[in-house]
């Protein structure tokens, strides 16, 4: 009556991992975060061609606890927990019992109680992930945290450019536009730094701040100015609907200073990568000529955030399973 | 091409079971209610720890027809049916065929024709999974008929003391606040009392009737007064948003005379069991410290509903397979 | 680590299938038609009995692109996929990045690069699902785009009409109702031409347009008088939430001359068979009794739209499956 597991994987679990969440790039070492992305290609290379389900989450469950919005990372989540065989909750505040006047904090203790193995938490709260870490057993996942960080996210965008140059030592990476509002930049921060690479962010002086610079961050105000010596490009989305007020005059004026168009490839690396985390305004921080040119990987980003959630679902339950096993 | 199915099961289907719908428990005898609890036992045991997935379900489509909202309720009979091996739909009343005209005896036909093989039906009109499994061949799981029966809210309820004490002969439990709209108490008396328990019912005068009086339950308007007696309370949820009128004359008041708190709880049995179903009102009808402290079993309630639904899942559907084949 | 995939298929794949794409019925041809109700058949007797689940898409994703809302369609698909074995994604407008100013061809191919396999695409704009299929590389399959084509409902139509005929060649089937604003009209009408089927269109003159005569389908505005000579009458739903002008005085007025009632039915063949595509409005287009009669076969539709939607998802992604591995 039980389905058969195969007790070989064709991956032995990392002795270095301990680690039973993903709350931040910020507190992770190089060495994880290589961990991670070594782990993340070989469930790449395993699940396409031949497309096989694997089974290294068979029989535990993912609870997806999305307290804001999110189809696109929700279904990333979700589509790599049930591709590693296991078994998927979606929790989302409409309509759940927030409205009955629950805390967030019952909510997830509640759903730990169904027998969740592995939370995934959106909230508009920073923190609210690793607040919830010391109220449930289960290992939590950050999808988002307010401005605070989206270790996920972060994580797909430095294994795609990691995919395409082999290693992040020495190059440029340039993140541009919202950086004030966006936890992808934080989180691409951090693990770009650790990893050797040169960062820069670069927008207008409303959605940059010079406090980045305490962290060996080059602040820029001219896409223009660092053109020239930048191996890659991350051109974060203008999230028109968290701003209440204007950060510039008009969205004409930011696509004349800071959209990535043919002019300014032209004038760009000749391998430079265009990345940018949909979804993206066309005309706005880019142009469609570029966004499906040649030098764009973005619809590889949206295939590694697949192949990263995998891996981040399966280290961090590998590890508490080891480490309940050990006791 | 076809996924082995394992012949034997690590359980043997009971012989006295003969039920293709749980539509109340009322109507069921103190052998079937122990048939359910020890399937279920058997079904917690056997998942966790090992965190199987089960096979029972293969191949299986476990329908949520969920005409009134509730995200834990569905959750629940999800993880249920597809922790066995069955695949699940969603259904539910908003964006569904019953905005353009439909019959809900239309819509639960139109979804069996989809091959479902068992219903779980929730709607504000009591007796509706009565009448659809008279319109319908599939099972019928009653997931809460208006203030009628929650069934399986009940079994988990009694599957929790029952787990804890071993037996719910001769025990005292209470249940405490909302009686008159609410389905659990309705399903919880029923089957407390079939299996030997006594019986409290205990809130203001609005929300308690004397009508239980006739089926042997005590009727009591003050908590102070039943508290030294009770072996298990059962703090039932007040239903704000189902309220159009006041039942009493502030929340403030309700707290003050039927709140479990720690003054309360030093006055009670030393090995009293609080329970909730959630979602809770911290405050209202139980303070944090109560809610999160050692007498507490809300969250066990929480993992058994999943255990529960298990068993009548794997119950109903495997007698209406018996009566197929021996026809 | 990994499930065995068995090897041996119940079903070889049909040589002369070809088509990554199922984009309407019109460009179809009989044998593709029946290559299609053939599968469904195998399927359907496959799956129902022993309820086996199959492993055809194994390892394989169906993304529900769903611009349009449709909890029927949907779940058809979506059951279809899941007894296939494959994982499902669900995408509807409501809540998703279309709202953040991402175009749909942006929207769908993010949706493949998180490597969906198979698209289901619904929309209001006819032609959508053409133009998606020229911007992605998997397998895209329409699931209504506005008034065009709903082809998979046009096949589960044709499929119910089969199976109680053994053959279409002949048969004189009346579609009624809403023909001008029906995609449903559309595709049956392309796919019953091709198989030998007389087509009459038949309802109130706004409704119905000359239009169809070119294609050598019968125009008739009585219901009366084409009855006795009907083998098939398929009751198109009246769309009231479609209509923005009244294209008939009455409801009572439609049902006096286009409702199926016992009265007519006395009229009618002795082996008429009754179809309306649901959600049915009792007492417009039908009555109670006759669509719970002896002549429906409304709810062998629904079943059959799970069988033919198993079909067409493994025909489309074999055929590109086949494709890339003969590169």
Not at 76 to 90: M, N, Q
Not at 119 to 142: A, F
């Amino acid at each position: 009556m039980m389905m058969e597991i195969q007790p070989e994987p064709f991956l032995t679990f990392p002795e270095s991992w301990h680690r039973h969440h993903l709350l931040d790039l910020e507190s992770l070492s190089a060495d994880e975060l290589m961990t991670i992305l070594n782990t993340a290609a070989a469930f790449k290379s395993e699940t396409q061609g031949f497309r096989r389900k694997l089974t290294a989450l068979q029989g535990k469950t993912c609870a997806n606890l999305f307290f804001e919005n999110s189809t696109r990372t929700r279904n990333s989540f979700s589509l790599a927990a049930r591709r590693l065989g296991g078994d998927t909750i979606e929790f989302t505040s409409a309509g759940s019992s927030i409205a009955k006047g629950e805390t967030y904090i019952d909510t997830a203790r509640n759903i730990e109680a169904m027998t969740a193995d592995i939370m995934v938490v959106r909230h508009s709260t920073p923190g609210t992930p690793l607040r919830l870490s010391k109220h449930v057993d289960c290992c939590v996942i950050n999808a988002g945290d307010g401005p605070h960080e989206h270790p996920t996210q972060g994580l797909l965008d430095i294994m795609t450019i990691w995919e395409h140059r082999g290693s992040l030592e020495g190059l440029t990476v340039a993140l541009v536009g919202d950086i004030a509002y966006s936890r992808t930049a934080r989180s691409n921060i951090w693990g770009l730094k650790k990893l050797g690479a040169h960062v820069i962010v670069c927008g207008p002086a409303t959605l940059v701040s010079r406090y980045w610079e305490d962290f060996g961050v080059e602040v820029v105000y001219s896409l223009d100015k660092i053109l020239p010596r930048c191996d890659v490009l991350n051109l974060l989305r203008i999230q028109f609907e968290r701003q209440h007020t204007r950060p510039f005059p008009s969205v004409r004026e930011y696509a004349l200073l800071f959209a990535m168009n043919r002019e300014r490839l032209a004038r760009a690396k000749e391998d430079i990568l265009i990345m940018a985390p949909g979804p993206i305004n066309r005309g706005v921080e880019i142009t469609p000529d570029v966004a499906d040119g040649k030098h764009s990987v973005i619809l590889d980003q949206v295939t590694n955030g697949v192949a990263v959630r995998m891996a981040v679902l399966w280290l961090v339950s590998g590890a508490r399973d080891r480490k309940e096993s050990s006791r």
